[in-house]
């Protein structure tokens, strides 16, 4: 059986108060559409729409960023969820089965979709939607059953008799249709409802011996119309992420301040500490100390590595690497084994060989060093010209003097030394010494106080 999986996520989202798509607005810095096309991709379907409606530049720039072949359908008015499907018409038509998911409820999982389609297929029903019992039912869609629990309607909020608000099975706002089924059913919807919207909640009536599977995690119905929610939301899946580190190993003296990302992997025996995110797709290895106070995103970080008040992005680090107190990577580099890196030095789109050190007050832009190298305190590649950037290379075992400015393009032989102070502007042979610089003067008994007496 082909499967589509449709995502809405064309609504303003007026309550977010928001200039963004509500889709876009993020739980562990990850927007709330990408937790859901996360979940469709490890599902695995067919083909993927999604349906895009206010500030729609935004939602497909996104969607599009992903690399991966998605459709996308645009709702010109946001004109309700049901609505938001039609647009989708011709995708419908080239599946048997599709699912549709909210693009704002962002918990939902891949396993839950296996088992509701396996549901669906086996019942036979025309439409399944995925349902969950939770405490507070406030704003979602009541599931309206006979006495004798049939299934028959979803009834929203605004719709509901007195009676009705008191039930706490809800709508997920997933949902398993036969293609055929629903097609038939979306031109028959009307706007004749509390909010004036064609809601795609009421297809179950239209569709008939609609089935209901009731997930056994609760959470996965959760969604953000609001802050208030979006905030719940994060904390939700922060702890539920420091649960899974937990579980594999890793370890937090207090996980104040920590937020981990849903993607990231850390290995055991690794302590994360106070204030310290770590985001995307970022692994990091063994026995490693990262914190207090650091910021790692999408990086690869090998084992027995120490981050301490560290900024890193899309950089690796490999083993046995010590960086910090207050140093920054920037996107395209990698630190070598055994690699020493102090305070207030920024790397940027460089290599740095294994045992290297650069202890302090260092900046390295697209540099590449060489093995065992030393850099005194104060160094600087000037790799910018104000028009073109250029790279300079520094051989193994060479040092690099304090205060040396490298201007690049430029290159440094192995086992070369610059003198400490100097601007380096050719190329220094290996083994040698470069000192670009003034000889000392001495004037001898000069009077620190000569110009203070004469005035
Ligand atoms: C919807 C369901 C409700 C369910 C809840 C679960 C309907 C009518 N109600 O309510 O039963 O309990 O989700 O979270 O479906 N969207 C569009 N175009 C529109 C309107 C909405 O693309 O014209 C998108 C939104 O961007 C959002 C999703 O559809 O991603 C749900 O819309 P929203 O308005 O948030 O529906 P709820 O009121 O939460
Ligand atoms: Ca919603």
Redesign the pocket.
């Known amino acids: 059986m082909t499967t589509g999986c449709i ?7 007026k309550r977010m108060k928001s200039e963004r ?3 876009l607005c993020e739980v562990l810095k990850k927007p709330m559409l990408g937790w859901v096309m996360d979940a469709a991709e490890k599902f695995g379907f067919d083909e993927t729409a999604v ?4 500030k729609r530049e935004m939602t497909e720039e996104y969607v599009n960023k992903r690399g991966k072949i998605i459709y996308t359908y645009f ?1 010109s ?8 499907v039609k647009q989708a018409k011709e995708f419908i038509e080239a599946a048997e089965c599709v699912c549709v998911l ?4 962002p918990f939902i999982d891949a396993e839950t979709l296996h088992k509701s389609l396996e549901e669906h297929k086996s019942t036979g029903a025309a439409v399944t939607v995925i349902t969950a019992e939770i405490s507070d039912p406030t ?3 009541r599931i309206i059953r006979e006495k004798n629990g049939k299934f028959t309607a ?1 009834r ?1 909020q605004k719709d509901c008799s007195p009676e009705e608000t008191e039930i706490c099975e ?4 997933a949902y398993w249709f036969n293609s055929d089924a629903l097609l038939r059913a979306l031109p028959r919807l009307t706007d004749k409802n509390a ?1 004036g ?6 297809c179950v009536e239209l569709i008939g011996g609609a089935q209901a599977f009731k997930s056994e995690n609760p959470d996965i ?1 959760l ?1 953000a ?1 609001t802050r208030q929610s979006l905030l719940e939301l994060n904390e939700k899946a922060r702890q539920r992420v420091i649960g899974r580190m937990l579980d594999s190993g890793v370890s937090f003296i207090s996980t104040d301040g920590v937020i981990i990302g849903s993607d990231v992997e850390i290995g055991c025996d690794t302590t994360v500490l106070p204030n310290t995110m770590i985001l995307g797709k970022t692994v990091i290895g063994k026995g490693c100390e990262i914190g207090a106070n650091s910021h790692i995103e999408d990086c690869v970080i090998g084992d027995n590595v120490i981050l301490n008040n560290v900024q890193a992005y899309s950089s690796t680090v490999e083993d046995n690497v010590k960086i910090g107190p207050f140093a920054q990577l920037r996107p395209g580099t990698t630190i070598r084994k055994g690699v020493k890196i102090g305070d207030f030095v920024e790397i940027k789109n460089s290599d740095i060989g294994e045992n290297t050190a650069v202890a302090h007050l260092t900046y390295l832009g697209d540099s590449d060093v060489g093995r065992g190298v030393n850099f005194g305190c104060g160094c600087v590649t000037a790799n910018y010209d104000g028009v073109d950037k250029f790279r300079t290379e520094i051989g193994s075992n060479s040092f690099i003097g304090c205060n040396t400015n490298l201007v690049a393009p430029v290159k440094i032989g192995e086992n070369a030394t610059t003198g400490a102070g100097s601007t380096i502007t050719r190329n220094v042979p290996p083994n040698s010494l470069a000192v670009e610089r003034s000889q000392t003067k001495i004037i001898e008994n000069w009077d620190k106080n000569f110009k203070r007496k004469k005035k």
Do not use: C, R
Not at 51 to 54: L, N
Not at 102 to 105: K, L, P, Y
Not at 197 to 202: G, K, Q, V
């Open positions: 995502i809405l996520a064309g609504g303003a989202g798509p509500k889709v349906i895009t409606g206010y709702q008015e946001q004109k309700g969820t049901g609505d938001a909210n693009g704002d409820a704003g979602y869609g979803i929203e809800v709508n997920s706002g909010s919207e064609f809601y795609l909640t009421d119905v969604g119309n």
